[in-house]
């Protein structure tokens, strides 16, 4: 019994002497921190709290008192930012020492990760380089038509739950997760999903799978994202990032639709015939063509980052509009003037004449991020612009969007919601990194217009026929997701909806 005993006391001391190290990481270096357990670390904080609460302290406890901090996701050294200038060094001047998001590891096996938004910047920089056009303001004007008729399906669908609801009682995130869904249907696969008019389809089930795993399963996903190698070496567990029958559904999709458009020579202004047509065209400065998997994947991404972000962000918006009435009377009667100017139809031309609501999502953006933090990888040694600190090859970098956003010294009163703050003379008051609702850099978001697109036009949608205000549902503030990957509401979304 005394051997046994001398055993796991000479394991658990090794095991403390270890972790001690280890969480000395960011002492060592120089860098400041907040202080850690060292038996424990953040490792069962992360079970109970989203780690961007963890940021949240972090940023309290160092902002203006460093450019940055240090600490640790697990046992992970992660070092979060706290200096704007420093922000615009690594998403934008240094960039070619950060062109990573993620930490470098061989394929795991699935397609489904070699997306635009996962890959390093060796594969990055060429299919960045592909997708760039299929993005533009020409191509989001083709789109434009496709987005319309899927608003008047919404406007539609909205009016029959809001005829069956005597007391006004809308659940909107539902709501708008299945217009941005069948958006997304429209314009990523070609296929009309329909999910406004039934919710049970395909499609939504996928989007639920994608953002709303198991509670087991986020806490997977962290553990993967930060231990990638880990589960490299583990391929005999059948461990995926991606949920049950995500990939298989994804690939046929893309495969079938891909076979149908080309024997039956169907063009469309939408995604996959844009990737299509890369798919078929020569090599691009030694980029060989695209191939089905490699569609598939960026497929997979447009659907995931397009659908459940818009939805947040027009449920969010709402929301705010109907705790500042004001808000929602001065963006109705832009959008009223602005229509009657162009004969009551939405146009293109209409939409991007309406500066207010730009300022008015923009401002949603600023309160409610899709993520949280920019995370971003040193692919090199780097020197911290005017310190002694060097940041080692492959360190782990957050860059806390919300908190900025929360910033008072950035913004005044940061929790009040006031649209105002993004007419141009003020913007250009502020630091250019103060605002990351996109990311920045040539890193940002490569799809920010056409979710920009799909908002604008269903918020106009809405709002043109119908005032928001509380109902006794409402809560005072939406409380976050703790198990999603990016920021959306914990409950449902209520509000009352009157025909105007």
């Keep these: ?15 403390l002497s270890y972790l001690r190290y280890k969480y000395q990481y960011w ?43 240090g600490t640790y996701i697990f046992t992970k050294p992660i070092a979060i930012v706290l200096d704007l200038d420093l922000v615009k060094s690594i998403l934008i001047k240094d960039f070619n020492k ?39 303001s020409s191509k989001m004007k083709f789109m434009f038509p496709t987005v319309v008729t899927v608003a008047r399906q919404l406007d539609e669908t909205f009016g029959g739950h809001l005829a069956k609801t005597p007391s006004g009682d809308i659940e909107l995130h539902d709501l708008m997760g299945r217009f941005t869904t069948d958006v997304i249907g429209h314009c990523a696969f070609g296929v009309e999903c329909n999910s406004l008019k039934d919710p049970n389809v395909v499609f939504r089930d996928i989007g639920r799978r994608i953002f709303y ?8 996903r962290t553990l993967m994202i930060t231990y990638p190698a880990l589960f490299k070496y583990l391929k005999f567990l059948n461990i995926k990032e991606s949920p049950k029958g995500v990939e298989e559904f994804i690939l046929q999709l893309v495969r079938d639709t891909v076979r149908m458009r080309e024997e039956q020579n169907i063009q469309r202004n939408d995604f996959i015939n844009m990737l299509i047509e890369l798919k078929n065209s020569k090599d691009m400065k030694g980029v060989p063509p695209m191939g089905i998997e490699e569609m598939a994947a960026q497929v997979f991404v447009f659907f995931a980052a397009g659908f459940e972000t818009s ?64 995370t971003r990888v040193s692919i090199d040694d780097y020197k911290i612009p005017d310190t002694d600190i060097t940041l080692e090859k492959g360190t782990r970098i957050y860059i806390p969007a919300k908190e900025i956003h929360y910033d008072p010294e950035i ?19 502020r630091h250019p990194q103060a ?58 979304v209520w509000l009352k909806a009157e025909r105007l």
């Excluded at 005993?5 to 095991?15: G, K, Q």
Aim: charged share 25%; with cysteine.
């Design 411 to 429: 913004y005044e009163d940061p929790k009040e919601f006031r649209p105002e703050r993004f007419n141009p003379e003020e913007v250009q008051k």
């Design 435 to 492: 605002f990351l609702g996109f990311g920045d850099g040539p890193r940002n978001c490569i799809g920010l217009r056409f979710g920009r697109m799909q908002v604008r036009v269903g918020l106009i949608t809405l709002l043109k026929s119908y005032r928001f205000s509380l109902s006794e549902k409402t809560p005072t503030e939406l409380e976050i997701s703790k198990y999603s990957i990016v920021l959306v509401p914990q409950s449902k």
């Design 27 to 69: 002492e060592l270096l120089g860098v400041p921190q907040l202080k850690m357990n060292y038996l424990f670390g953040n490792l069962f904080r992360i079970r109970t709290i989203h780690k961007t609460e963890i940021m949240r302290e972090v940023y309290k406890e160092f902002r203006g008192k460093a450019k940055l901090a």
């Design 1 to 15: 019994m005394d051997f046994y005993f001398i055993i796991f006391s000479t394991i658990l001391t090794l095991l």
């Design 311 to 374: 939805s947040s962000n027009m449920s969010y918006g709402l929301f705010e509009l109907a705790k500042n009435p004001q808000v929602q009377e001065k963006l109705r009667a832009e959008i009223v003037s602005v229509l009657e100017k162009h004969n009551g139809e939405l146009t293109y031309e209409a939409m991007m004449e309406m500066t207010y609501l730009d300022q008015v999502i923009t401002e949603t953006l600023r309160k409610y991020p899709a993520l949280a933090a920019l």
């Design 213 to 220: 795993p198991r509670y087991l399963s986020i806490r997977l």
């Design 98 to 136: 950060f062109t990573d998001r993620f930490e470098q590891v061989r394929s795991t096996g699935s397609f489904l990760n070699e997306h635009l938004f996962r890959l390093h910047g060796e594969k990055w920089r060429p299919l960045r380089t592909k997708l760039t056009p299929t993005f533009t």
